[in-house]
């Protein structure tokens, strides 16, 4: 069973478009994050959620909304892609905000 | 506001001899010390961490490391390099209170035969 999955694994699109990248942990963790991994592979975080409650918000554009509809997910959607958004998007999550972190696969937006 | 500093962009070592990846921190509380590992076109794994108590910390795949306050440092150690070693690292801290986890900017290890 995978602890932390990401839908999709790839995702290329137009740029102006919206696009969602969702994430799923059957873990029981609390605290759910996403970052961002660059092309240098400098990672950043963007959010973090504990009990579906918005706890960090990184300044990131208002472009990227995220929405946790339950303690188990955390989706990611994006509103008039950009071409710096391009991307890797890693979804984690941890038992809480002090414990260890727990990686998705990743997704790879390609903003063309 | 917290910061890691790893140092070396690329650390090169012989399999079978030890290596080090160096991780230095900075922080206004006590430090919560993280190192992972990635593999291409992986996420991120989970080696080992250092909240409180014994200053050196086993983790993961025979990995170590060493807190050591006075040089703000939490070095990563493994005592005999193996080829299936080479990948990135990455050394991570928070601080106390609602702070995010903040992430070095890598160091590509590379173990050769």
């Known amino acids: 069973d995978t602890a932390v999955s990401q839908t999709p694994k790839y995702l290329v699109t137009q740029m102006g478009n919206d696009k969602s990248i969702k994430c799923e942990q059957n873990l029981g963790h609390d605290t759910m994050y996403w970052y961002k991994q660059d092309s240098k592979k400098f990672l950043k975080i963007m959010f973090s959620y504990n009990n579906k409650e918005l706890i960090i918000n990184e300044t990131v554009p208002n472009r990227f909304s995220p929405k946790s509809p339950d303690k188990a997910h955390l989706n990611l959607h994006i509103n008039s892609l950009e071409l710096g958004d391009s991307a890797v998007y890693f979804c984690a999550s941890s038992r809480s905000s002090y414990n260890e972190q727990f990686f998705g696969p990743g997704t790879r937006l390609t903003v063309l | 506001a917290q910061s890691v500093a790893q140092p070396e962009d690329q650390v090169n070592v012989a399999e079978g001899n030890p290596l080090t990846v160096k991780c230095t921190y900075s922080?206004?509380?006590?430090?919560?010390l993280f190192w992972y590992v990635q593999y291409p076109n992986r996420g991120l794994q989970f080696l080992l961490k250092y909240i409180t108590g014994d200053n050196l910390v086993k983790g993961s795949y025979g990995f170590e490391a060493e807190f050591n306050k006075s040089q703000t440092s939490f070095h990563l150690k493994k005592p005999s390099a193996l080829v299936s070693d080479s990948a990135l690292y990455f050394c991570a801290v928070r601080d106390t209170g609602n702070t995010p986890l903040v992430f070095g900017k890598g160091t590509r290890l590379s173990v050769i035969a």
């Open positions: 922080v206004s509380g006590n430090p919560y």
